[in-house]
């Protein structure tokens, strides 16, 4: 049976939007504010870079045909037209909007062709986020080659000492290549949603022949744990009963539930994180913190924990976040990746 809607009765499906808004201040909060305000059923990721510097943000939305589906205090009822919900936000967000079924067919866009298709490939394209990486205690910035280090890093750098460690503060446009040499390394990245920690290990570079299988070699991370904030959730389960048929409603629950899921680590991870993390010398107790830590959900309080964990200066957290600049520092000196095989490792990665 078809609804006066356009949709089946009792089922509903979602698609997925992508805006683009021209003002990147307070992106998530401001969208999820304004879905909120429609009263539309869904979740908006908190879990994507972009976001922090470009103004994208992706929503999944619950809806029924032609119409996207709402919640009030009387229940689950349709509401506007996908096209018409798309056009209102492009107006009251000032954003560019696209909306997509789980198929991959366009169902509304606010902006011409041309623009979509750059709207969906930005996706594709690398961030240049920043980076945070703590040298090994062996490391001597005294024979160090600034240029050299930020060769390793994949782009401009600023190099720091704090706490008595040798710091980089990085935005690479490629993958970071490490040699045995200079490991271990770790590495840090910490935004409002997302924290990040990869070590790259010396037992994890191995023997190799030839230049590029060289840099190969050298961009391997032994071990890497990531924790994303879970999305937001629009409704969270205060729509009233309603009339509209308890199939819907519970397909409305599992939507927003999207992604709450406690994360889990590979069987093989504690053995992993026992070989990588003994190179920066914690004990089998810190150790086996880390892997409980790394099969925890993502807080507020997580990224101080890692650092003390991973006996790191204080001052890291900091710098991670963009709180403190590396260049505000006495002492830190800057440097770009440049020269013809800067170039060549950086076309190549692109491939």
Same mark, same amino acid.
């Given at each position: 049976?078809?609804?006066?809607?356009?949709?089946?009765?009792?089922?509903?499906?979602?698609?997925?939007?992508?805006?683009?808004?021209?003002?990147?201040?307070?992106?998530?909060?401001?969208?999820?504010?304004?879905?909120?305000?429609?009263?539309?059923?869904?979740? !908006?990721?908190?879990?994507?870079?972009?976001?922090? $510097?470009?103004?994208?943000?992706?929503?999944?939305?619950?809806?029924?045909?032609?119409?996207?589906?709402?919640?009030?205090?009387?229940?689950?009822? #349709?509401?506007?037209?996908?096209?018409? $919900?798309?056009?209102?936000?492009?107006?009251?967000?000032? *954003?560019?909007?696209?909306?997509?079924?789980? &198929?991959?067919?366009?169902?509304?866009?606010?902006? #011409? *062709?041309?623009?979509?298709?750059?709207?969906?490939?930005?996706?594709?394209?690398?961030?240049?986020?920043?980076?945070?990486?703590?040298?090994?205690?062996?490391?001597?910035?005294?024979?160090?080659?600034?240029?050299?280090?930020?060769?390793?890093?994949?782009? &401009?750098?600023?190099?720091?000492?704090?706490?008595?460690?040798? !710091?980089?503060?990085?935005?690479?446009?490629? #993958?970071? @290549?490490?040699?045995?040499?200079?490991?271990?390394?770790?590495?840090?990245?910490?935004?409002?949603?997302?924290?990040?920690?990869? !070590?790259?290990? $010396?037992?994890?570079?191995?023997?190799?022949?030839?230049?590029?299988?060289?840099?190969?070699?050298?961009? !391997?991370?032994?071990?890497?744990?990531?924790?994303? &904030?879970?999305?937001?959730?629009?409704?969270?389960?205060?729509?009233?009963?309603?009339?509209?048929?308890?199939?819907?409603?519970?397909?409305?629950?599992?939507?927003?539930?999207?992604?709450?899921?406690?994360?889990?680590?590979?069987?093989?991870?504690?053995?992993? *994180?026992?070989?990588?993390?003994?190179?920066?010398?914690?004990?089998?107790?810190?150790?086996?913190?880390?892997?409980?830590?790394?099969?925890?959900?993502?807080?507020?309080?997580?990224?101080?924990?890692?650092?003390?964990?991973?006996?790191?200066?204080?001052?890291?957290?900091?710098?991670?976040?963009?709180?403190?600049?590396?260049?505000?520092?006495?002492?830190?000196?800057?440097?770009?990746? @440049?020269? &013809?095989?800067?170039?060549?490792?950086?076309?190549?990665?692109?491939?």
């Amino acid at each position: 049976m078809v609804d006066d809607h356009g949709g089946s009765e009792g089922q509903a499906e979602h698609v997925h939007v992508e805006l683009v808004l021209f003002d990147t201040r307070r992106v998530i909060a401001r969208t999820v504010e304004k879905l909120r305000s429609l009263r539309l059923i869904g979740v !908006v990721e908190r879990a994507d870079h972009p976001a922090d $510097t470009l103004g994208r943000v992706r929503a999944t939305v619950l809806t029924a045909g032609d119409s996207v589906l709402t919640a009030g205090p009387e229940g689950i009822a #349709p509401g506007r037209s996908i096209e018409e $919900t798309a056009e209102l936000l492009r107006r009251q967000l000032a *954003a560019g909007v696209l909306a997509h079924d789980c &198929a991959g067919n366009q169902r509304a866009a606010t902006v #011409p *062709a041309n623009i979509a298709d750059r709207m969906q490939g930005a996706g594709a394209e690398q961030q240049e986020i920043r980076r945070v990486y703590v040298l090994p205690t062996s490391f001597s910035a005294e024979k160090a080659d600034i240029e050299f280090l930020a060769f390793c890093v994949g782009g &401009a750098i600023t190099h720091v000492q704090v706490g008595g460690r040798d !710091v980089l503060v990085g935005f690479p446009r490629r #993958p970071s @290549t490490w040699p045995k040499s200079q490991r271990p390394v770790v590495q840090l990245i910490a935004m409002s949603d997302h924290v990040e920690v990869a !070590v790259y290990s $010396t037992s994890a570079v191995q023997w190799w022949r030839g230049p590029l299988k060289a840099a190969r070699q050298q961009a !391997v991370v032994s071990l890497l744990s990531v924790w994303n &904030a879970p999305p937001v959730r629009l409704v969270e389960d205060s729509a009233g009963d309603g009339p509209y048929p308890a199939m819907v409603r519970g397909q409305a629950i599992a939507l927003e539930r999207l992604g709450q899921a406690v994360p889990s680590v590979p069987e093989d991870f504690p053995a992993a *994180a026992g070989r990588s993390l003994s190179e920066l010398g914690l004990d089998r107790e810190a150790i086996d913190e880390f892997v409980a830590l790394a099969a925890s959900e993502w807080s507020a309080e997580l990224l101080p924990r890692l650092v003390r964990l991973l006996r790191l200066p204080e001052e890291v957290a900091s710098l991670a976040t963009g709180e403190l600049t590396a260049d505000s520092l006495p002492g830190a000196v800057a440097a770009d990746s @440049t020269g &013809a095989l800067a170039q060549l490792t950086e076309r190549r990665y692109r491939r």
